[in-house]
């Protein structure tokens, strides 16, 4: 084959693998130009039509659109550029999918009406800011104006940390802090899947009375037990309080063994679990170890509730932490052995 050799476009197109139809759109297009017509009008192509319509065939393969190709096989664009630009583009559209299919995702599990597929979608799409913004609130409406008095906290109702509450200040200032999800700037499928039930459940005025409540109580023992205690003056006389740890250390053992809720050793379970709380709630609950038993009740009712539990695992998730240990075993034996 020498430098004379002029195809036609049938040729041209059976050479490269392209349809006529195809070849000719990039003639028109003057991605590939002819070299001249012959007699009869019909235009011949040079041997380097080839090459450039195989560079053409790859490029689009690789999804570039025709101003980039045509940048590129007039060299004003190398092919390294050309790649880097489209590796940007495709980084793009496998963040609008990966949004996309997260939506989905949550819709098809969570049964999501169609005004939920609309809010489950903006949630989706918020910024950095927006989403900050969502979760200031959540805390904010939850936990501020509570008075806890300083010290340590742990996570609302009772997660990872030593308290079954959180608060704005003081005592719960870290533990706010650790409810608070980041999205890191590229995240999984699975972390935009838990963002956006995430951000559902704190938009949750439900949600929030829940958790708001779990802080109150906490911060309301753990300011009697200061009291009462005499902290103020260096003194240690009660344990700390905090039901969640009260509730591992009291149940954990009675749940590994298969206590019945409602048999004798249960009860002994419950007797102590019972006088240790009352240490803690007896400036609140005025009345007899029945009252308090009541009260113990209503907040291992709170503590039950599936949300919690839930709002930590999906935050663990965003983060990027380790899975929390679940003790949703020893929380709903406890409700079952004190109501």
């Known amino acids: 084959m020498n430098g004379d050799t002029a195809y036609t476009i049938g040729e041209l197109a059976r050479r490269t693998g392209l349809t006529v139809k195809t070849v000719r759109f990039y003639s028109d297009r003057g991605i590939v130009s002819p070299t001249g017509r012959n007699p009869a009008g019909h235009r011949r192509y040079g041997t380097d039509a080839v090459a450039r319509l195989e560079l053409v065939r790859t490029l689009r393969e690789l999804g570039l659109g025709l101003p980039a190709i045509r940048r590129v096989v007039e060299r004003e664009l190398t092919p390294a550029d050309a790649a880097a630009v489209q590796a940007e583009a495709i980084d793009l559209q496998i963040r609008v999918l990966r949004l996309r299919r997260a939506v989905l995702g949550v819709v098809a599990r969570l049964g999501s009406t169609p005004e939920e597929l609309t809010l489950v979608h903006r949630l989706a799409r918020l910024t950095e800011d927006e989403r900050g913004r969502l979760i200031g609130e959540f805390l904010a409406a939850v936990f501020d104006g509570i008075d806890d008095g300083g010290g340590d906290g742990g996570r609302a109702g009772g997660g990872r940390g030593d308290g079954g509450g959180v608060g704005?200040?003081?005592?719960?200032?870290?533990?706010?802090?650790?409810?608070?999800?980041?999205?890191?700037?590229?995240?999984?499928?699975?972390?935009?899947?838990?963002?956006v039930e995430l951000a559902r459940m704190a938009g949750d005025a439900g949600f929030r009375a829940l958790l708001r409540g779990l802080a109150e109580a906490e911060a309301a023992e753990a300011a009697f037990a200061d009291a009462a205690s005499g902290e103020a003056a260096g003194a240690t006389g009660l344990p700390k309080p905090g039901l969640a740890v009260a509730v591992r250390e009291s149940a954990a053992a009675a749940v590994a063994a298969g206590v019945e809720p409602g048999s004798a050793e249960a009860a002994a379970v419950v007797a102590a679990l019972v006088e240790r709380y009352g240490q803690w709630c007896a400036g609140a609950v005025p009345g007899d170890a029945g009252a308090v038993r009541d009260r113990l009740a209503e907040r291992l009712t709170a503590m039950a509730d599936?949300?919690?539990e839930r709002y930590l695992e999906l935050l663990a998730i965003v983060?990027?932490?380790?899975?929390?240990?679940s003790w949703a075993a020893e929380v709903d034996w406890a409700v079952r052995a004190v109501a």
Not at 168 to 187: Q, V
Not at 319 to 325: E, I, Q, R, T, V
């Open 168 to 195: 704005r200040g003081g005592r719960f200032a870290a533990a706010a802090r650790s409810l608070t999800p980041e999205l890191p700037e590229d995240p999984s499928l699975e972390q935009v899947e838990a963002w």
């Open 319 to 325: 983060n990027g932490w380790a899975a929390p240990d």
């Open 306 to 308: 599936p949300r919690r």
